[in-house]
């Protein structure tokens, strides 16, 4: 539905005045229309008649929020035999996702030009002081093609309700006998060949931006040569579209800055050029660099990345937007709101490290949580190699170097082995730190991108991955690597 209030409010009387419009079913053709119509749209019984005419089997397609004007196209183009959807048409358009809002009628007709319909002029001015006779003209001419097989989308007030938005409605036929239009709904589940008193119609039909001129539009649906549509593998616009249209409303107030930065969404609270230089310098790199080295699929949704400027924002909007407390004070990934939430005044670490968990859901969901942490720790502290993302010692290195002197890191058995609570509850730190400079081990010895896709391709008989770890190794001995493995820790510095 057109959420876009009238440019300007009803000033001179009107030829036609609104009135409300009377929906109807084809099962509700008996029932009384309790509005009464304005005497003057009582005149069109002076009117010439029409014959009855329906455009047949046109599939209902329920629209996505403020997508009225895309439904309709859709539903047109699969009577056409195109089994296209919505977003195929938004994204025809042209129009930025930024605006998170649907097509209005100059974004409709350039899409549908662009797909290969004839639309015709879309715009039609007509003088208030003629607007019986004006209408009448231009019903006509609608008539008319219907009577030639071609559909029409009419943008209208939805109502007659003195704050009616505008709203696109496919016009698919006329019944003589109760002079009513038919056309399918997009705002319903169950729209398809709705009904509507033609004075109705006529009285909704105009736009009143100027009390002297008033603005009809129709959208001929005369098809020409007609593109095919493609599914896309990536997220496109609309779906971007779509998602802005509900993230606006989580976000608190102003003083954020959105980027789309594919396949995520970066909201922040710096200044939009801060936020836009964080969206390019850490998580486009990082999601170039991570999908170059191991990953083909994208999350399965967007996902949100908020990025609060400090402690005091991180803390408080955490607990506002999420209705939770942050147990960290860098920054967490939450799967049930599809957010990474970020202290981003503690560095861009533990940003990168959250990227990788999404990616990982999506390519390898049988993921054991200790490869899963150890890939997205290692690169808590990142940089370049040779146009490759490596991973830094960093400071995670000091306990881990503790422990080794303690004896307290256990079998790398033991390690793969691991169940997700006993990872993340049992000596957690020892846990993260042994699966991340493991990682780092293979990584220096070229062997990290080669574990990561023997392992993925093994995962249904190696679910811990411990049997790839020792066949990409080399080592039947694992207690003997392990103790090459320590000393090699053990000579490693941070900073």
């Known amino acids: 539905m057109r959420y876009r209030r009238l440019a300007l409010a009803l000033l001179a009387a009107s030829a036609v005045a609104a009135v409300t419009v009377a929906l109807r079913s084809p099962a509700d053709e008996k029932s009384d229309v309790r509005n009464r119509p304005h005497k003057e749209a009582s005149k069109q019984s002076a ?29 047109a183009l699969r009577k056409l035999g195109r089994q296209v959807d919505q977003d195929y048409v938004f994204d025809n358009s042209g129009l930025d996702p930024m605006l998170a809002r649907g097509c ?24 208030a002081a003629k607007a019986a006779e004006s209408l009448e003209a231009q019903w006509e001419a609608l008539h008319k093609d219907l009577a030639a097989g071609t559909p029409s989308i009419v943008c209208m007030h939805y109502d007659g309700g003195a704050e ?41 039909w105009p736009l009143k931006y100027d009390a002297r001129e008033w603005t ?78 191991y990953f083909t699929k994208d999350p399965a949704e967007i996902l949100d990345i908020w990025l609060f400027k400090d402690k005091a924002s ?15 004070p860098f920054g967490y990934y939450s799967h049930a709101d599809r957010a990474l939430v970020m202290n981003i005044a503690t560095g861009g670490g533990t940003l990168v490290h959250e990227i990788v968990h999404p990616f990982v859901a999506a390519n390898f969901p049988e993921c054991p949580a200790w490869f899963n942490e150890g890939l997205g720790s290692l690169y808590e502290q990142s940089g370049e190699r040779d146009g490759r993302i490596i991973g830094h010692t960093n400071w995670r290195l000091a306990g881990l170097q503790k422990a080794i002197r303690k004896k307290r890191v256990p079998s790398f058995a033991t390690l ?40 993925h391709a093994a995962r249904k008989t190696d679910s811990t991955g411990y049997n790839t770890l020792q066949a990409v190794l080399g080592r039947d001995d694992m207690d003997a690597f392990k103790k090459e493995w320590e000393a090699y820790v053990l000579k490693l510095t941070f900073p």
């Open 47 to 75: 009117t010439p008649a029409y014959a009855s005419v329906l455009i047949r089997d046109v599939p209902h397609v329920r629209q996505k929020p403020d997508f009225c004007g895309e439904a309709c196209a859709t539903m």
């Open 416 to 455: 793969c082995s691991t169940t997700t609570h006993q990872f993340y509850n049992d000596d957690k730190g020892t846990n993260y730190a042994q699966a991340r400079y493991l990682c780092y081990y293979l990584q220096e010895h070229g062997l990290l991108r080669k574990f990561y896709h023997r392992f």
């Open 164 to 204: 009616s938005p505008e709203h696109f409605r496919l016009v698919l036929g006329y019944d003589a006998k109760s002079d009513e239009v038919i056309y399918n709904e997009p705002a319903d589940e169950r729209g398809a060949y709705r009904r509507m008193k033609r004075a109705a119609f006529l009285s909704l």
């Open 216 to 293: 009809l539009v129709r959208i001929r649906m005369e098809p020409g040569r007609l593109s095919s549509g493609k599914t896309s593998d990536s997220f496109t616009p609309a779906d971007y579209a779509q998602h802005l249209m509900k993230l606006k409303k989580k976000i608190p107030g102003q003083g954020f800055a959105i980027v789309i930065q594919p396949p995520f969404v970066v909201i922040g609270d710096e200044p939009p050029a801060t936020v836009k230089r964080r969206s390019l310098s850490t998580v486009k790199w990082a999601v170039d660099k991570l999908k170059a080295a």
């Open 104 to 127: 209005y009628t100059r974004d409709l007709v350039a899409a549908l030009r662009k797909i290969g319909f004839h639309t015709g002029s879309a715009w039609y001015k007509i003088p």
């Open 314 to 328: 991180y803390e408080k909007h955490a607990s506002r937007i999420f209705r939770t407390r942050p147990t960290t």
